[in-house]
T-cell receptor, first 116, second 118 residues
């Protein structure tokens, strides 16, 4: 079974700083998808970034980028120029590509606080 | 606008009663929907996979007689918490995958439902 581990329960940085959230996973699959989701107090799940395992290039979305190390099974999220609105829970998630049903396995989450 | 609509957002029910939560896909067919449960300050845990026209697949440790899932149409899945107890109080959220030929598969989540059992 796949597992996802986020070793940082909480992190706190000053506004405009750069912060990196860690995520490791365990799988025997060779093709899969990795995600970072943001969950603000509203509890809405917001996709931050997505990475396909077969792609060597790290995904980027504006201020958000990942460091995907497939051999090490590591998938960290870097937030540059952090903003107050980035304060939220962040979940790393894994999805095994299965024909039809594709469920997400989530890490424990990291509570990120951006201080003014 | 919302692609997946979940209702109700909040529900309070008395212990021993049943409560139904709906998850609808808007403007597309969702043959598979997923139901997650999230306790305060914890992660999302998959409860079951809802399959249109067939029985749901439950994760280990989830009581299928207590959490009834019905996926009678291609746009609607329901989760019914039967004989609810205070320990069932939690945040429930559904998700599904929209398959599009040009842009691949996209995962969508409902807005979630807070259940409080008193």
């Amino acid at each position: 079974a796949q597992t996802v581990t986020q070793s940082q329960p909480e992190m706190s940085v000053q506004e405009a700083e750069t912060v990196t959230l860690s995520c490791t996973y365990d799988t025997s699959e060779s093709n899969y998808y990795l995600f970072w989701y943001k969950q603000p107090p509203s509890r809405q799940m917001i996709l931050v970034i997505r990475q396909e395992a077969y792609k060597q290039q790290n995904a980027t979305e504006n201020r958000f980028s990942v460091n995907f190390q497939k051999a090490a099974k590591s998938f960290s999220l870097k937030i540059s120029d952090s903003q107050l609105g980035d304060t939220a829970m962040y979940f790393c998630a894994f999805m095994k590509h299965i024909r039809g049903a594709q469920k997400l396995v989530f890490g424990q989450g990291t509570r990120l606080t951006i201080n003014p | 606008g919302a692609v997946v609509s979940q209702h109700p957002s909040w529900v309070i029910c008395k212990s021993g009663t049943s409560v139904k939560i709906e998850c609808r896909s808007l403007d597309f067919q969702a043959t598979t929907m997923f139901w997650y449960r999230q306790f305060p300050k914890q992660s999302l845990m998959l409860m079951a996979t809802s399959n249109e026209g067939s029985k749901a697949t439950y994760e280990q440790g989830v009581e299928k007689d207590k959490f009834l899932i019905n996926h009678a149409s291609l746009t609607l899945s329901t989760l019914t918490v039967t004989s609810a107890h205070p320990e069932d109080s939690s945040f429930y959220i559904c998700s599904t995958i929209r398959q599009q030929a040009n842009s691949g598969n996209t995962i969508y989540f409902g807005e979630g439902s807070w259940l409080t059992v008193v």
